[in-house]
């Protein structure tokens, strides 16, 4: 079935440090989301992107936190500075339509530590 | 407060077994149910959604849902230990009017011992 890639799998960067998380979403798709889990808590939406802009985002997608997808390559969040709080398991996923109806398809996560 | 809760934590069920799963909104803007799969080292995977009352069929797999209480389970027949995985409900609003996003329930590791 259609995949989700996600580079790296784990990354661990000093706090302060800046870091991009990479996606590659299917290949189709239009819509593009990032969503963050803490270990032992559920998952949680962080952003939405679409033809370049950020749609919707919740209040965990912080100042630090920016999104981007520059001529059709990978789908990036990038934080700068990161926090120890940042410290989670980030899940990319993509959709072909938006709306309840879309089924959203997610990559395996990367795993990020701050130290 | 947490708006998809999800029950039980943990769910060992024999082989060939009938495995159970529940989930409740407690926002009744939140009324589309996704049921989400997750194998140890991918990401979850969506098994099936849910938006009308009562029930839905996929295979060994069915869904039911009550609106009215906000209430959606997984039933899963005949479990096989490849079904062994973490399952997730996720909700999304019932709004129209904003791109959707999913809210996820903390999850129901499920184990199908042979």
């Known amino acids: 079935g259609p995949k989700v890639l996600q580079i790296p799998s784990h990354q661990i960067i000093d706090m302060g440090q800046m870091v991009t998380l990479n996606c590659d979403p299917v290949s189709n798709h239009l819509y593009f989301y990032w969503y963050k889990q803490i270990l032992g808590q559920q998952m949680e939406f962080l952003v939405n992107?679409?033809?370049?802009?950020?749609?919707?985002k919740s209040k965990l997608f912080k100042d630090q936190f920016s999104v981007e997808r520059p001529d059709g390559s990978y789908f990036t969040l990038k934080i700068q500075p990161t926090a120890l709080e940042d410290s989670a398991v980030y899940f990319c996923?993509?959709?072909?339509?938006?709306?309840?109806?879309?089924?959203?398809?997610f990559g395996p996560g990367t795993r990020l530590t701050v130290l | 407060q947490q708006k998809v809760q999800q029950s039980p934590e943990s769910l060992s069920v024999p082989e060939g077994g009938m495995a159970s799963l529940n989930c409740t909104s407690s926002d009744r803007n939140f009324q589309y149910f996704w049921w989400y799969r997750q194998h140890s080292g991918e990401g979850p995977k969506a098994l099936m959604s849910i938006f009308s009352d009562g029930d839905k069929k996929e295979g060994r797999f069915t869904a039911h849902l009550n609106k009215a209480s906000l209430h959606v389970s997984l039933h899963i027949r005949d479990s096989q230990p490849s079904d062994s995985a973490l399952y997730f409900c996720?909700?999304?609003?019932?709004?129209?009017?904003?791109?959707?996003?999913?809210?996820f329930g903390q999850g129901t590791s499920l184990s199908v011992v042979p």
């Open positions: 996720a909700a999304s609003e019932r709004a129209s009017s904003s791109f959707s996003k999913l809210v």
């Open positions: 996923a993509s959709s072909l339509d938006w709306g309840n109806y879309a089924e959203q398809f």
């Open positions: 992107f679409y033809n370049g802009k950020v749609m919707e």
